[in-house]
């Protein structure tokens, strides 16, 4: 169907998934640090014992993932996001009555699906099913909203804290995601004409596994992301505290930065990706991440905090959305689907270990000079990984991909 890119339906589905990754990201990514400080506050609860928590619930939704194509495919994308947009909205709102660590396990677990259900996959598979030619640049603009996210709803969280307290400001915020996102998924969030027979098939995409040239997608992502999910996770305890000549850090304004800064990168990115060749974007992004690390290490003073915040954000959503961009370059359209969830899955199942470990190697070392050196290192080796160029594999399903193991 060669002129689904440009219907007002195809760009309301961007809509409605623009919405949904506001809530996926705001909620379920960059507010860990805010429970994270509000729970110890609460109850003395270590960063290593909450940071292992978040882990625990990336890992758990990441062998959830490879379903998300085929839940699509079966029931619909509509009902994959109202699903996934209940669930974590329901734990969400019981986050702030816990009084065990046993109870922050069970809510985080219950997160896992909701997360995987409204986040990259499920939009990356519905935008499939409408976007051919400019699938790029609608992806981009819908992942967005994971950017948006951190401008809007973790700023917003810490702002209302001191005001209202953290039990009725995360109620509230979490509240209005909901109905917002859910309204324009109802209203807009529908099965395209582009879905191939093929893209809900289970097997071939685990097929995938088995050629290099998948993992020189997937293992750089995972590196970075695992650094990437880390460092965001415990920004706001990296950076509280800090000050210089009377001027103190303020955390809210530093994730407002990053986040900024990432929507600049990622629009600007949308608009010429189409004209990059996606891996060398990768590894400049990769680059300047471990540049901004490095001033990050060192600096107090609030406004070289300030710049480094918005030099690491400027590649934070372009991470998120390079990778399906690569996918839909050297893969079949066919293959999409299955391909960037299987992806995905493996992606996450690495960088659910990211808060965990940093947040282990933090208590074990008393700072996070030795957290930071170890995403400067991962970002490094998936530099060199991304930049390595596999020859094209063949055909998912084909005779030669099920015999060859490389």
């Known amino acids: 169907m060669p002129g689904v890119d440009a219907t007002p339906r195809a760009w309301r589905v961007v809509v409605a998934c623009f919405v949904s990754a506001v809530f996926a990201w705001g909620f379920g990514f960059y507010a860990h640090g805010i429970y994270l400080v509000e729970l110890q506050k609460a109850h003395g609860w270590s960063t290593g014992l909450i940071s292992s928590i978040v882990t625990g619930h990336y890992v758990l939704g990441a062998f959830l993932l490879p379903r998300i194509a085929w839940a699509i495919g079966r029931f619909g994308p509509c009902a994959v996001f109202l699903g996934g947009l209940a669930v974590t909205g329901f734990s969400l709102l019981l986050l702030p009555s816990i009084t065990a660590p046993w109870q922050l396990m069970v809510l985080y677990a219950l997160m896992a699906p909701g997360w995987n259900a409204t986040s ?100 750089p992502f995972a590196f970075v992301l695992t650094s990437q999910v880390g460092f965001l996770t ?10 210089s000549a009377g001027a103190a850090v303020d955390p809210g304004l530093a994730v407002a930065i990053n986040a900024i800064a990432a929507l600049v990168g990622r629009v600007v990115l949308g608009f010429v990706i189409d004209r990059l060749e996606p891996r060398r974007a990768s590894a400049l992004c990769f680059l300047v991440q471990v540049a901004a690390i490095a001033v990050l290490a060192q600096a107090q003073a609030p406004f070289v905090v300030y710049a480094a915040c918005a030099i690491y954000g400027f590649s934070v959503g372009n991470n998120i959305t390079l990778s399906p961009l690569i996918i839909q370059r050297e893969y079949p359209a066919a293959e999409f689907p ?35 050196m170890l995403c400067i290192g991962l970002n490094l080796a998936a ?22 193991g490389t």
């Not at 093929?198 to 040239?213: D, F, K, N, Q, V």
């Not at 969830?341 to 208590?363: E, K, N």
């Open 338 to 372: 299955a391909t960037v969830a299987l992806s995905t899955a493996v992606v996450q199942v690495l960088y659910a270990f990211g808060p965990g470990v940093l947040g282990v190697l933090r208590d074990a070392t008393g700072g996070y000079g030795a957290p930071l």
């Open 383 to 404: 530099t060199l990984v991304v930049l390595m160029r596999p020859r094209r594999p063949p055909p998912i399903g084909s005779q030669a991909a099920v015999s060859s």
């Open 120 to 219: 990259v996959a499920p939009i990356a598979a519905t935008l499939g099913q409408w976007f051919d030619r400019k699938r790029g640049l609608a992806l981009n603009l819908a992942l967005s909203g994971a950017t948006v996210a951190g401008l809007v709803v973790a700023p917003s969280l810490l702002a209302l804290i001191p005001r209202i307290g953290f039990a009725d400001a995360e109620r509230l915020l979490v509240a209005i995601g909901l109905v917002l996102a859910g309204l324009l998924v109802v209203l807009f969030v529908r099965r395209g004409p582009l879905l191939p027979h093929s893209a809900t098939a289970r097997r071939p995409g685990l097929t995938a596994m088995r050629h290099w040239h998948f993992w020189t997608i997937s293992a």
């Open 234 to 243: 415990h920004l706001v305890p990296l950076i509280s505290g800090r000050a």
